[in-house]
């Protein structure tokens, strides 16, 4: 008998140079699939993924009809912290994901085979303020705007998936990864000794560690079972100071400083609501199907991260 190699499966992944996306190029690069990024600038991207043998686009319809995408990974958008949400900067933000979805789906409609998957950014923002109730993928949104930013951005691909392929989206928490900007904005001031507990301080602090985005994607590719949201966040359930107690304890440094709601509410706006308003968000769909954290507990996250030992 002949033996019959395997073609390469491919992936699409916008929002390529960002920190998940380029995880995912090099990872998936290493592994032997094909990979296309679909990116803004095209020189940046080679100079991050120089030696991968990969595909760039700038456009999706540089692409033919008969290429075969056997997953696409949606992450693409405009930093949602990367100033205060004036009006105008609020709609960059939201339109900056609805024009790749959009470019995503057209591609989807246009080509003879679909993928089998999609995979769909969001965040855990999509329940807005959640208070202390636990909170699994079937929890109800709210009407504030990082809840409707996600209700928008989730919908733009469901309401346009082809009927063969599988959606699932991804409600993240705040990702832990040393190259992270979140990560470097938490450890620079807990560093010096001015971390801080910002309103009461028991809102709830959604996390995940990179590695464990990486092996959820990965999962969710693999279990054809899995679909819709998943809450994708850690077990361990932390309020924010808690978590900065922890990650101080990390870097043998205090924390004795609190920041008032309403000085956060002065500075930035409705900006603060990403910091005063927190989603115990819980990862019953990831774990009803066997999901492995590897780092289920922040106390071994920072271990990994911190490297103090």
């Given amino acids: 008998m002949k033996n019959?190699?395997?073609?390469k499966k491919?992936?699409?992944i916008t929002g390529a140079t960002g920190l998940i996306g380029k995880r995912l190029v090099k990872d998936y690069a290493h592994k032997g699939w094909k990979v296309i990024c679909l990116v803004r600038n095209k020189k940046k991207a080679k100079k991050e993924f120089v030696g991968l043998s990969i595909t760039i686009v700038v456009d999706l319809m540089e692409l033919p009809q008969t290429v075969i995408i056997n997953a696409v990974v949606n992450l693409a958008g405009m930093p949602i912290s990367s100033g205060l949400w004036t009006k105008a900067r609020k709609e960059k933000i939201l339109n900056s994901r609805l024009h790749t979805t959009r470019q995503v789906m057209e591609l989807l409609k246009y080509l003879n085979?679909?993928?089998?998957?999609i995979i769909q950014g969001s965040a855990c923002g999509y329940y807005g303020h959640g208070g202390n109730i636990e909170l699994d993928e079937i929890a109800p949104p709210t009407e504030i705007f990082m809840s409707t930013l996600c209700q928008k951005w989730e919908k733009e691909c469901e309401d346009h998936l082809p009927e063969t392929t599988r959606m699932v989206s991804l409600?993240?928490?705040?990702?832990?990864?040393?190259?992270a900007k979140a990560f470097k904005q938490l450890k620079l001031p807990m560093s010096l000794g001015l971390g801080a507990v910002l309103g009461s301080g028991d809102q709830y602090f959604p996390w995940i560690h990179i590695d464990d985005v990486i092996s959820a994607i990965e999962f969710a590719i693999?279990?054809?079972?899995l679909c819709g949201a998943i809450n994708l966040v850690v077990?361990?359930?932390?309020?924010?100071?808690?978590?900065?107690?922890?990650?101080?304890?990390?870097?043998?440094?205090?924390?004795?400083?609190?920041?008032?709601?309403?000085?956060?509410?002065?500075?930035?706006?409705?900006?603060s609501d990403l910091f005063l308003l927190g989603q115990r968000a819980i990862p019953e769909k990831l774990v009803n199907h066997n999901f492995v954290f590897r780092y289920s507990s922040l106390n071994k996250?920072?271990?990994?991260?911190?490297?103090?030992?």
Avoid: H, M, Y
């Avoid at 085979?113 to 998957?117: N, R, S, T």
């Avoid at 693999?222 to 079972?225: H, L, M, S, V």
């Fill in 171 to 179: 409600r993240l928490g705040v990702v832990l990864a040393r190259d």
């Fill in 222 to 225: 693999n279990n054809k079972n």
């Fill in 301 to 309: 996250a920072l271990d990994n991260l911190v490297c103090l030992k």
């Fill in 235 to 271: 077990p361990e359930a932390l309020s924010q100071k808690q978590f900065s107690q922890k990650f101080a304890k990390a870097l043998n440094r205090p924390l004795f400083i609190s920041v008032p709601a309403f000085v956060l509410r002065a500075a930035l706006g409705e900006l």
């Fill in 10 to 12: 491919t992936i699409l």
């Fill in 4 to 7: 019959t190699v395997q073609p």
């Fill in 113 to 117: 085979k679909k993928p089998d998957i």
